[in-house]
């Protein structure tokens, strides 16, 4: 599985950023979704996860109610609309899928940077 991530940019606190991930390969294969993030000098954090029907969702304390996570399975895609951006959002954010045999695979990342 290979995944792609954009849509990450410079932001002004209070803005919106759309971020997409992109999977190709055996995406029969993949179960659940989610986004993590790692800001510098920080551990890596799970924000959102979805599972490969959609209806099941969970977000990091620090992002509900502001970030939304959904995929569009037609078109092997994830996305992760985060709203009312905060200068502590500012980090990579990475894209995952886990198989269904438990695998994991991670994208490259896509920089968010929100400014005060």
């Known amino acids: 599985v290979q995944l792609v991530e954009s849509g990450g940019g410079l932001v002004q606190a209070g803005g919106s950023l759309r971020l997409s991930c992109a999977a190709s390969?055996?995406?029969?294969?993949?179960?659940?979704m989610g986004w993590s993030r790692q800001a510098p000098g920080k551990q890596r954090e799970l924000v959102a996860t979805?599972?490969?029907?959609?209806?099941?969702?969970d977000y990091a304390d620090s992002v509900k109610g502001r970030f939304t996570i959904s995929r569009n399975n037609a078109k092997n895609t994830m996305y992760l609309q985060m709203n009312s951006l905060k200068p502590e959002d500012t980090a990579m954010y990475y894209c995952?899928?886990?198989?269904?045999?438990?695998?994991?695979?991670w994208g490259k990342g896509t920089l968010v940077t929100v400014s005060s």
């Open positions: 390969g055996s995406t029969f294969s993949i179960n659940a």
């Open positions: 995952k899928v886990r198989q269904y045999n438990g695998i994991d695979y």
């Open positions: 979805i599972t490969r029907a959609g209806g099941s969702t």
